[in-house]
């Protein structure tokens, strides 16, 4: 069965430090990962798909089959990367598979 | 925002009544979904459908039901056979696939 295990429940740094959120997954076909984000008060909406390898906002991540692994990065946080982010998983079905998500908290 | 429409955002009902959660869109999508949000869980998929008149379970469909009558409605029934069905439940739609889906504001239901 398709799993996404996101490790860290919530992950604090500083303005300008370099962000990387984890999400590793199981499926042993070829998979398609997402990433989506919920800010506070807004409606839950993609942020970025590894088809596409763009970068979203500063962020960007990158499928490692190997690893098993995308984990979404961003060399300087700000304040208003803030929320609570979703690592999804599209394989052996026609819908999601979504983690339990990872909350960033951004510092001054 | 606005294209995804889920309401009421607060629902309380008592324990062994079904209750029925409304999601309507408006995108032209032929595809829509049921989640239930629970903290510390994420986002666990309830029911889905890829086309009017078919659905499918998704991974904790025990206790729901729905119904995809007309493309833009996918109403989503708790039942009483539901253990702990107090919950956030989100809504989606997309083209179907894994192309983007576009979430509601979701319903907040407490049983008391």
Redesign the interface.
């Known amino acids: 069965a398709q799993r996404v295990t996101?490790p860290e429940?919530l992950l604090s740094v500083f303005k300008g430090a370099p962000v990387e959120l984890k999400c590793n997954y199981s499926y042993s076909g070829s998979p398609?990962l997402?990433w989506?984000v919920q800010y506070s008060r807004q409606?839950?909406?993609?942020l970025l798909?590894h088809i596409s390898r763009e970068s979203i906002k500063g962020f960007t991540a990158d499928l490692n089959k190997g690893e098993t692994s995308f984990h979404l990065k961003k060399p300087f946080a700000q304040e208003e990367d803030s929320a609570m982010y979703?690592c999804a998983l599209?394989a052996g079905?026609?819908?999601?598979?979504?983690?339990?998500?990872t909350r960033l908290q951004v510092q001054p | 925002d606005g294209g995804i429409t889920q309401s009421p955002k607060y629902l309380f009902r008592k324990e062994g009544q079904n209750v029925t959660l409304s999601c309507e869109q408006n995108l032209n999508h032929d595809a829509m979904y049921w989640y239930r949000q629970d903290p510390g869980q994420g986002l666990r998929l309830i029911y889905y459908s890829q086309i009017v008149n078919d659905f499918q379970k998704g991974d904790i469909a025990e206790g729901y039901s729905v119904s995809r009558e007309k493309k833009e409605s996918f109403p989503l029934t708790v039942t009483s056979a539901q253990k702990n069905p107090t919950a956030f439940y989100l809504c989606a739609s997309g083209q179907g696939g894994y192309n983007e889906q576009f979430f509601g504001p979701g319903t907040r239901l407490t049983v008391l």
Request: hydrophobic letters at 30%; a positive charge; charged letters at 30%.
């Open positions: 996101q429940k398609e997402f989506y409606r839950l909406q993609l798909r979703y599209g079905r026609r819908a999601l598979t979504f983690g339990s998500g």
